[in-house]
């Protein structure tokens, strides 16, 4: 029964449309199914701020257990091609059936959540209290997860079923991402007749690029420029030049010194040539560092082996909600569900994999005692 279910109940959330900053309609769903199973369910007001399709969500079971309590979190967002999407079974794996995306990342977590819930009310297993939280608008920045109140929940750790790869693996750190753009203003003239009386943004690029570090910087360190355009036409000294970038690390401090590096590089260029520069820097992600001795992972390891799987652990060069969560104050890992191929039209998940109920169930079972 539960292997059917499960599927039919990733089919169903799968089949609800709900690419970033639509989400209204499958959180209708979702917070009819917690109620259904006799969850408690709070919804914030955050898609007044976030312009999102709905509102995060918390559901709560609460179960009578003398253990520390447990979230567990979940994105309702999707990216695109992700409308009109079905699912098939090849060979015991799940694909989508046409041109889209399957949204295993993450309806998939979503799907796990609320069979887990199931098996746990079936079963007759005791819990503590157990919070599942759904926020929308992950794929676009994190912004739903962000814009939650953290005081909104009673668990001090939690896991976030939103990774890749084979169940038992869990993304330990997670870096701090900058993303930034950066306007060159300078003076146009005709190329052809009087180039010295121009400022061309292209030499103030040139003299900048020279202090900016690029590429794979260290273990846990990347920066990059990915867009650069300026310019109207061939004969014109370029008087304007718009780029952007991001800066990635573990470390918060690596990454604060290379955005003040390429400020610098950029401000002092322009001097030298006479124009001026607009930088404007956003911070998308905080990165956090788990240790293997804390509670959040000792607990995981301890589950991961009650259920025959392998613990292994990674260091993400992306972020997700785990990032939110830990920056504001959460211990948090973001846990491997099976997933792959995420975000292409070959998306696909092993029904197998997303047996990581069995994870949920023994994380829940395992739960240390209140202090």
Known sequence: MGRNRLVETFSTIVGIDSVSKNEGKVHEHLIQVFESLGLEVTEDQSKKQTGLGGNNIIATLYGTKEVKPLFFSCHTDTVTPGIGIEVEEREGILYSKGETILAADDKAGIAIMVESIQRILEEGIETGILEFVLSPGEEIGLIGAEALDIHLLESDIGYVLDNGGPV???????????MYEVVIHGKAAHAGLEPEKGISTVHILAEALKDIKTGRLDEETTANIGQIHGGDATNVVMDHLNLKGEVRSISKAKADQLIEEMKQAFTTAAEKFGGTVEINVELKATGFRLLEDEPVITLLKEAVGTIGRDYQSEVSGG???????????????????????????????????????????ALVQHSPKKE
């Not at 038992?168 to 900058?178: M, N």
């Not at 948090?332 to 949920?360: F, R, W």
């Open 168 to 178: 038992g693996k869990s993304i330990v750190a997670s870096p701090t991402l900058y």
């Open 319 to 361: 972020g997700s909600d785990a990032n939110v969560f830990n920056a504001k104050g959460k211990r948090v890992t973001n846990v491997s569900i099976g997933y792959d191929k995420i975000h292409t039209i070959d998306e696909c998940i092993p029904v197998a994999e997303m047996e990581a109920v069995q994870l949920v169930l």
